[in-house]
């Protein structure tokens, strides 16, 4: 049973930070390329980082420079470092795994920037 688990979603205030891990269970992690997805109320779901088997990374152009992926192989964890958060950063976030024709989804966790 593939299981991929969000956690450390929440509420912060502008200019605040967040980790978001990503744990995840029934899956060959390190083969697997992994990314972090997010969904706005009434806005399609989009690709926010990835990063690769060979650790390679890509950013969207909104994040880049504020927030990091990275992956713990060992302990088969996924982590998206989220800083200088802005209100246009408030969504759903999403784990995703995908290895040739395989892809699975966390059930996201929310992240809310407000004051």
């Known amino acids: 049973q593939v299981q991929l688990v969000e956690t450390g979603g929440g509420k912060v205030s502008p200019g605040g930070s967040l980790r978001l891990s990503c744990g995840t269970s029934?899956?060959?992690?390190?083969?697997?390329?992994m990314a972090w997805y997010r969904q706005a109320p009434g806005k399609e779901r989009d690709l926010v980082a990835s990063?690769?088997?060979?650790?390679?990374?890509d950013y969207a152009e909104s994040v880049k420079g504020r927030f990091a992926v990275s992956r713990d192989n060992n302990k088969k964890t996924l982590y998206l470092q989220m800083d200088d958060l802005k209100s246009e950063d408030t969504a759903v976030y999403y784990c995703y795994a995908r290895l040739e024709t395989k892809e699975h989804w966390g059930q996201g966790t929310q992240v809310t920037v407000s004051s």
């Open positions: 990063i690769r088997a060979n650790y390679a990374t």
């Open positions: 029934g899956i060959t992690f390190r083969f697997y390329f």
